[in-house]
């Protein structure tokens, strides 16, 4: 069962190489740049999953995805996964923050989840 576990989380990180972030398969690369890409998709691969890790040991993996159900043994997004969309939140709050203010104002009932969320990207800003 162990080996079994071990080999869904190696399936987890092709996916995530391959069409799950960095589009690997999509390059059509000759072989010495096929070896450069490999390269470097490990040195980013393994950034961003640092990243991941740092947001969930900092509590806010559960702003950036959904917690994991109560009949779920294993968890549903990868550290890789965490650490590339919480980067990508990030950038969606400097493209949109006067649209979200301006949409908060309308909506004074959901101040409190608002500050929330603003206290969270800045603890994600700060580890980013």
Not at 67 to 82: A, C, G, P, V, Y
Request: positive net charge.
């Amino acid at each position: 069962m162990k080996v079994y576990r071990a080999r869904a989380g190696i399936e987890a990180m092709f996916k995530d190489c391959k069409t799950g972030g960095y589009n690997w398969e999509g390059s059509k690369a000759n072989n010495k740049r096929l070896n450069s890409l490999i390269l470097l998709i490990a040195i980013a691969y393994t950034a961003t999953s640092l990243k991941g890790k740092t947001f969930r040991q900092t509590n806010q993996g559960k702003y950036i995805a959904r917690l994991t159900e109560k009949s779920r043994r294993d968890r549903r997004h990868s550290n890789f996964w965490i650490g590339l969309y919480g980067s990508l939140w990030i950038h969606a709050w400097e493209f949109c923050s006067d649209f979200i203010s301006i949409m908060m104002s309308n909506n004074p009932q959901k101040l409190n989840n608002y500050k929330k969320g603003l206290q969270a990207m800045s603890i994600i800003d700060k580890t980013a």
